[in-house]
């Protein structure tokens, strides 16, 4: 009856993580549905695993015990453990995105920058004028300076400088948005979300320290939230 007794009580952490003080009268599995269409994490990913903890919990109120060494088992209570974390511990986004984030300056050669991004499948990656963030390269980008420039290659000499006008916020035609570091993970995910909904595309998130227009800590492409 240990890991029983052990799994009540983690539910019951669950449960009270899950539903708070002011709607306290709300049945549980409507919230989960609730956060699970919402995308909140862990609600969203293990879905299936807190309806299946959550028909195990009743089983328990219900004194009905059988089986208990496949519906209780340490695996399980560890990864309930696992969700109880999360919650109290909501992911970030710069805990999600990817840092040592690759960059450039004006002064840099275009077709050089090009050849790293190929190896290393980087789609985006900033640029800056000394120590100012004034940009953002991509294929998007290039697309839109061969196309309007009517050209058809960026020779040896192109240099950033040369292409300012594309790379720069104000002017890209791509929808890129910054967010400060503490921003929860969930709630960028969900703007990806909105911004296809509405039939546009949120091509990148830059993560920097105050969401500004400053150094580039972390970055999250569209590619990074298809998991979701």
Same mark, same amino acid.
């Not at 208990?68 to 209570?77: A, K, L, P, Q, T």
């Not at 300056?105 to 640029?127: A, F, G, Q, S, W």
């Given at each position: 009856?240990?890991? *029983? /007794? +052990?799994?009540?009580?983690?539910?019951?952490?669950?449960? $009270?993580? *899950?539903?708070?003080? #002011?709607?306290?009268? =709300?049945?549980?599995?409507?919230?989960?549905?609730?956060?699970?269409?919402?995308?909140? =994490?862990?609600?969203?990913?293990?879905?299936?695993?807190?309806?299946?903890?959550?028909?195990?919990?009743?089983?328990?109120?219900?004194?009905?015990?059988?089986?208990? @060494?496949?519906?209780? &088992?340490? %695996?399980?209570?560890?990864? !309930? %453990?696992?969700?109880?974390?999360?919650?109290?511990?909501?992911?970030?986004?710069?805990?999600?995105?990817?840092?040592?984030?690759?960059?450039?300056?004006?002064? %840099?050669?275009?077709?050089?920058?090009?050849?790293?991004?190929?190896?290393?499948?980087? *789609?985006?990656?900033?640029?800056?004028?000394?120590?100012?963030?004034?940009?953002?390269?991509?294929? &998007?980008? !290039?697309?839109?300076?061969?196309?309007?420039? $009517? +050209?058809? =290659?960026?020779? /040896?000499?192109?240099? @950033?400088?040369?292409? $300012?006008?594309?790379?720069?916020?104000?002017?890209?035609?791509?929808?890129?948005?910054?967010?400060?570091?503490?921003? !929860?993970?969930?709630? +960028?995910?969900? #703007?990806?979300?909105?911004?296809?909904?509405?039939?546009?595309?949120?091509?990148?998130? !830059?993560?920097?320290?105050?969401?500004? =227009?400053?150094?580039?800590?972390?970055?999250?492409?569209?590619? %990074?939230?298809?998991?979701?």
């Amino acid at each position: 009856m240990e890991n *029983t /007794e +052990i799994f009540r009580r983690k539910f019951l952490e669950f449960e $009270k993580l *899950t539903i708070n003080e #002011e709607n306290k009268d =709300e049945k549980l599995i409507e919230k989960i549905k609730e956060l699970k269409n919402k995308h909140r =994490e862990p609600y969203y990913s293990q879905y299936d695993f807190i309806d299946f903890c959550r028909v195990c919990r009743n089983r328990i109120a219900h004194n009905s015990y059988e089986n208990e @060494f496949i519906f209780y &088992g340490e %695996d399980m209570i560890k990864k !309930l %453990d696992g969700i109880i974390e999360e919650i109290k511990h909501p992911f970030k986004v710069y805990d999600k995105s990817t840092k040592n984030v690759y960059a450039a300056n004006l002064n %840099d050669n275009v077709r050089e920058k090009m050849k790293k991004m190929m190896e290393n499948n980087y *789609t985006h990656i900033p640029i800056y004028d000394n120590n100012k963030l004034v940009g953002i390269f991509s294929e &998007g980008v !290039l697309f839109n300076y061969l196309y309007e420039n $009517k +050209i058809v =290659e960026i020779d /040896e000499n192109t240099l @950033f400088k040369d292409i $300012k006008d594309f790379i720069s916020f104000n002017k890209s035609k791509e929808i890129i948005k910054f967010a400060s570091r503490n921003r !929860l993970y969930d709630d +960028i995910c969900l #703007e990806f979300i909105n911004e296809f909904k509405k039939g546009s595309k949120l091509s990148c998130v !830059l993560v920097t320290e105050n969401g500004k =227009e400053e150094k580039v800590i972390g970055i999250l492409t569209a590619w %990074d939230i298809l998991g979701r």
